[in-house]
């Protein structure tokens, strides 16, 4: 999977866990094996996002993380959302 593409789908992940009303934020180790990718990856791909400012992480317990959006990370998705998805992952710059 394309770095981009899955950096929205993480995005994407993020949302649909927010959006359950759960209190608890999402941990990397879950939305790694959700998304069937490694730890390290995930954590590569979730630091960029952070670095673009789509994403706040808190670190836990050792190396670990979770995330949750922020205000410009559901900018990011809505606007993806009124073009095709794949497409708008590569154009927005995921």
């Not at 794949?86 to 992952?89: G, K, L, R």
């Given at each position: 999977?394309?770095?981009s593409v899955l950096r929205f789908h993480i995005l994407q992940l993020i949302e649909q866990h927010e959006a359950s009303g759960t209190s608890q934020l999402l941990g990397d180790?879950?939305?790694a094996e959700?998304?069937?990718?490694?730890?390290?990856g995930l954590q590569r791909q979730l630091n960029i996002l952070q670095?673009?400012?789509?994403?706040k992480l808190?670190?836990?317990f050792g190396p670990t993380y979770?995330?949750?959006l922020t205000p410009q990370?559901?900018?990011a998705l809505e606007a993806a959302a009124t073009q095709s998805q794949?497409?708008?992952?590569r154009r927005i710059g995921f």
């Open positions: 999977m394309e770095p180790k879950v939305m959700r998304l069937n990718i490694a730890i390290v670095g673009r400012g789509l994403v808190t670190k836990k979770d995330a949750e990370g559901m900018e794949e497409p708008a992952a």
